[in-house]
Structure formats: structure tokens, C-alpha cells
């Protein structure tokens, strides 16, 4: 063995660099206003030899994206007063006189998938002989629901082995129609690796470079995810830069006596170069 090593992947590259195309996106969210629970008419009481409370449930497909939660009533008769708890939790003890309407907020943290509401009234206390009592109607729970199912989108494209294999810068460019006062922060992940968050400029091409290690050989995807508004995202590409060939060459020695040398030579050095780029 006069040399040994090893050149490892060595390619013929057409390119020098590929744009890959996608599809355009709309993203947006709506909100809309909706009743989450409608009762006519609510009876409670409480004295030493009878008692009414009442528990009414209502349900949240989405709490996390549901708002501005109300509680309403009207008092149409009343005396004593009035508990009303959330999950567990006191969230209004207060008296009230016939006739008074009450609005309540109902914070989101205390919210769940299954919510229950619990009307109690207050004790009678010394006045044994007297019963409080609260006849409640128009309850409702109102809230804001956002529905965030355009929010995401997926565009999926592919990579050859000689691209990622050459790869040495890849950027992505997107034309985002849209407008930066009703917008939150658009977010872009490659293979589910974050390059980008921010607010982009609006109405015209925004370019964002990220690491080629984020680049797969094979299938790769590109997720958009807008916090709130609208964004129509078209002119989507990923441009990838290739690095230059090479083609490595090695340059060795042959001593003499590796070959039969002519006796009318009495010395001959052989010297031999091979281009690994070489085709022949």
C-alpha cells in the first residue's frame, strides 16, 4: 500500500443553488359575541325547616380563547343575601333589593371545559320564623370566543441528498398583505424550529436567513402562525446557496524498487498525481 485515504462523498453539482416555491396562506382569527347559558327563571331560599339552592352547568369548547365572560340577572325578588360561587369559589355575596340587575365578570383563570354555578341565599339567622329568599330571572353567560382555527398553516417541500449535502446559507422569503396596526406577531418554524416572531413589514418582501442544519434531505416543513388579525402571505420561497466543489487531489511517491527498473536506467523516479474530479 503505497497511500490510503479517504475522499468520503464527492458529487457533481448542476447548481449552485435551488429556490423552492410554495403555496400562498391566509391566516387569520374571527371572535364573535355567543351565549354560553340562558335560563329563564332561578328559585332559591333558605329558612330553619326549608332550603332550595341550585347549581346550573355550563360548558367551554375553548376556554383558553374564551373572553370577556358575563354573569347577568335581575332580582325580581329578594331578600337576605345572595352567594353565588364559580367552581368552588365565592365569587358574589352581597344583598340585593327587588328589581336590581347585577353583571359579574368571570375571570378566565377560574373558567374550565365544565363550569358550574351555585346559587345559595344567606341564613335567616335569629329571625327563625322569616325565610330569605331570591327569585332570579334572565340569567345568561355571555363571552367572546376566538376561533383560531385558520391561525396555522403547513407548506411542506422536498430536498435532495446533494442539496443538503452541499448546503452552505438557505434564506426564506415571504410577502406578507396585511396591516401592522390590527396584526400580532407572525411566527415561522422550519421542521418545528423556530427563525422567526415579529410583526413583519407589511406590503412588501421580507427576506429571513436561518441555519441549513434546519434543512432535512428528504420532506421539510414550513409553519406560519399568526397571534391575532389577518395576513394573506403569498411569494413564499426558500432560496438555498450550495457551497463550490471540490474535488479533492492527493499527490504521492513510488520508490524504485516498488517497480522492476530496465537495467539501461540505472535510476528512475517515478512521481504520479491523481485528481479525484478527474473522469477518466
Excluded at 341550585?54 to 360548558?59: A, L, P, Q
Excluded at 413564499?236 to 537495467?263: C, G, R, W
Aim: with cysteine; aromatic share 12%.
Amino acid at each position: 500500500i503505497v497511500m490510503s485515504e479517504s475522499p468520503g462523498q464527492i458529487y457533481y453539482l448542476e447548481e449552485t443553488s435551488y429556490e423552492h416555491e410554495l403555496t400562498p396562506v391566509n391566516l387569520y382569527t374571527t371572535t364573535e359575541a355567543a351565549v354560553l347559558l340562558s335560563q329563564d327563571s332561578l328559585y332559591v331560599k333558605n329558612g330553619i325547616f326549608d332550603q332550595l339552592f341550585r347549581n346550573i352547568t355550563f360548558y367551554l369548547n375553548d376556554p383558553d380563547n374564551t373572553n370577556n365572560v358575563l354573569l347577568s340577572f335581575t332580582a325580581a325578588e329578594a331578600q337576605g343575601r345572595l352567594v353565588i360561587k364559580l367552581n368552588g369559589d365565592v365569587i358574589y355575596d352581597n344583598a340585593l333589593s327587588d328589581g336590581d340587575s347585577v353583571a359579574l365578570d368571570l375571570e378566565q383563570g377560574q373558567l374550565s371545559d365544565v363550569n358550574i354555578l351555585e346559587f345559595m341565599v344567606s341564613e335567616v339567622g335569629y329571625r327563625f320564623w322569616t325565610t330569605n329568599k331570591y327569585q332570579l330571572e334572565t340569567i345568561q353567560v355571555t363571552g367572546d370566543i376566538t376561533d383560531i382555527s385558520q391561525q396555522t398553516s403547513k407548506n411542506t417541500f422536498t430536498v435532495s441528498d446533494v442539496e443538503k449535502y452541499n448546503l452552505e446559507r438557505a434564506r426564506l422569503y415571504f410577502y406578507p398583505d396585511c396591516n401592522p396596526r390590527e396584526v400580532g406577531a407572525l411566527k415561522i418554524s422550519v421542521n418545528n424550529e423556530a427563525i422567526y416572531s415579529s410583526i413583519p413589514d407589511c406590503q412588501q418582501i421580507n427576506m429571513v436567513e436561518f441555519s441549513p442544519s434546519s434543512l432535512s434531505a428528504g420532506d421539510n416543513s414550513v409553519i406560519f402562525k399568526a397571534e391575532k388579525g389577518e395576513y394573506l402571505i403569498y411569494s413564499i420561497s426558500i432560496k438555498t446557496e450550495l457551497a463550490e466543489e471540490e474535488y479533492p487531489v492527493y499527490y504521492f511517491e513510488l520508490p524504485e524498487d516498488v517497480f522492476l527498473i530496465s537495467k539501461e536506467v540505472e535510476r528512475t523516479a517515478f512521481t504520479k498525481t491523481y485528481d479525484c474530479g478527474d473522469s477518466d
